[in-house]
């Protein structure tokens, strides 16, 4: 019996090292990966409006989210100066009605530990 207590710890022991360097390599690789599409990512979310918003504003007329461009915005000008438009371009864009599952999907291989 003592025999197979020892042979069975010296196996965990090897399953438990092997684990580690496992570990350390998806680690590795998780930081390759990283580098190579860069850094530093730039989302941009736009809350939904409030109620009083809501009714000052009537929407938001003045952004407009491409449907075939997942990482551009545009904003119009308004009321003084309708003819100015401004292009941004993001890492990807969040219109008012994404919800918290569809902006975790796009980030959860980004984020390695939660507290």
Known sequence: ???LEAA?????AEHEERIHALEMERRRLHNDIQELKGNI?????VRPLLPEERQRQ?????????PQDPRSLSQVG???RAELRYDFSFD?????GASQQEIFQEIQLLVQVCA
């Open 1 to 3: 019996l003592r025999e």
């Open 8 to 12: 069975q710890r010296a196996l965990l």
């Open 41 to 45: 990512r730039v989302f941009c979310r």
């Open 58 to 66: 009537r929407g938001l007329p003045h952004l407009h989210f491409p």
């Open 78 to 80: 308004r009321e003084r």
């Open 92 to 96: 990807r864009v969040f219109p008012p």
